[in-house]
């Protein structure tokens, strides 16, 4: 069993920058890929990026591939999301999501989730 927080999300003004983190129980943490992904209200949940379990291997949407940056920590069982140059239509809310076998862009294929965290970009 894994458990997620996420933690990091607020209110910045177009071109800001914020970083999210993925705060993770569990002692297998570290054999996970995890994911993250954003929703907004009446839209289906969407790809933002991904991270292997060894931090090896990383895959962004192509809306933010440049200014997002994932990484990780197994040490501290935590997985960060440096988001730069924020854009209004970054606002949304963002969850973390971890899986044993999969770390792709499919978030029903992902087994464990975190509750999300609001990031409101405003112009």
Avoid at 22 to 43: D, E, I, L, N
Wanted: charged fraction near 15%; glycine fraction near 10%; aromatic fraction near 14%.
């Amino acid at each position: 069993q894994v458990q997620l927080v996420e933690s990091g999300g607020g209110s910045v003004q177009a071109g800001g920058s914020l970083r999210l983190s993925c705060a993770a129980s569990g002692r297998t943490f570290s054999s996970y890929a995890v994911g993250w992904f954003r929703q907004t209200p009446g839209k289906e949940r969407e790809f933002v990026t991904a991270i292997s379990w060894s931090g090896i291997k990383t895959y962004y949407a192509d809306s933010v591939r440049g200014r997002f940056t994932i990484s990780r920590d197994n040490v501290k069982n935590t997985v960060y999301l440096q988001m730069d140059s924020l854009k209004p239509e970054d606002t949304a809310v963002y969850y973390c999501a971890a899986d044993a076998n999969y770390s792709g862009t499919h978030y029903n294929l992902y087994n464990y989730w975190g509750r999300g965290t609001q990031v409101t970009v405003f112009s």
